[in-house]
């Protein structure tokens, strides 16, 4: 299966976003992942509300937003305001995450929980019925360009086991230092949304990299079907 491809616009030329939005428009990709820290839960401050709704003027896509931000729950309706479709809070920045998850919901959107490289997927058992997206962190968040922690591979495994075993079908989404490489190997181990920043927007041809990662799952589906 072809998985979904969202790509980071904290890797975008912020001096010509209006120019990478249109690339994003215009390629194969699905979402427009988009990347909300707030110097308190991770170590860098990025951008809020006015670039989301900057963002969403322009965007032909769902914007999937990712709030690395202390106690989410407080910016909820802002970011439903600001043309969110998919908001994802962390699983570390919550105390109360069923409430949050459930006002996410309820101001229809799809919720989703990020889990920190040290968090494990087991902690999600008591709420991954609510849910319509896990997002697991395959870098420590905060920063484009880091390097994949391999362990991201056995957590996609685990949650693609909890998934079928709970009957959800909850979209299982990784970001951090994906590029051609690990995407295979994410995509094989049951990944369904794949982010991608650095390696899509520092090539020389973004759309076409993009192009690249969308075909992944494509190859695996014309050789299941010869086989
Ligand atoms: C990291 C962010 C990511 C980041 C990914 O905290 O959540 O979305 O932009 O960038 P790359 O693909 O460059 O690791
Ligand atoms: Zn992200």
Known sequence: MNALIAPSMLSADFCHLANDIEMVNRSRADWFHLDVMDGLFVPNISYGIPVVKAIRSMAEKPLDVHLMITDPGRYVGDFKQAGADILTVHYEAVTHLHRVVWQIKNEDMLAGVALNPHTPVALLDDIIGDLDLVLVMSVNPGFGGQKFIKNALKKVSELKEMLLR???????EVDGGVDGNTAVELVEAGADVLVS???????????????????????????????
């Open 166 to 172: 709970r009957n959800s079908d909850a979209l299982i």
């Open 197 to 227: 920043g650095n390696y899509i927007f520092k090539s020389p041809n973004p759309e076409k990299t993009i192009d690249g990662l969308k075909h992944i799952g494509a190859e695996e589906d014309e050789v299941e079907e010869e086989e």
